[in-house]
């Protein structure tokens, strides 16, 4: 069982930053994969970037050299630091635990989202 809980988000201007925090809780953070996804009014939510429980990242195209995704394991907290941020990349952004298990599965944990709102 895992609980996860964003802040960080707010209004800024068009190439101003934030930083997002997902504060997650129990035992098992470190071996979770974490990801950040986003959903703008009307649109479907799309993965936006993600670390394994190893440290390897991935980014989606339109974040790519903006965006940087990390993770601090002796605080189960991953963060997502924004810059030259976009009106484009306003939405609502969710941080996203997943455990995957040969046998099991796959397991997914959602936070409840934090708002950004880029102003142009």
């Known amino acids: 069982q895992v609980q996860l809980v964003e802040s960080g988000g707010g209004l800024v201007q068009a190439g101003g930053s934030l930083r997002l925090s997902c504060a997650a809780s129990g035992s098992i953070f470190s071996i979770a994969d974490m990801g950040w996804y986003r959903r703008a009014p009307g649109k479907q939510r799309e993965l936006v970037t993600a670390i394994t429980s190893g440290g390897n990242t991935n980014y989606a195209d339109s974040v790519k050299g903006r965006f940087t995704i990390s993770r601090d394991n002796a605080k189960n907290t991953v963060y997502l630091q924004m810059n030259s941020l976009k009106p484009e990349d306003t939405a609502v952004y969710y941080c996203?635990?997943?455990?995957?298990?040969?046998?099991?599965?796959?397991?997914?944990?959602w936070g409840q989202g934090t708002q950004v709102t880029v102003s142009s």
């Open positions: 996203n635990a997943r455990f995957a298990f040969r046998v099991r599965g796959e397991f997914d944990y």
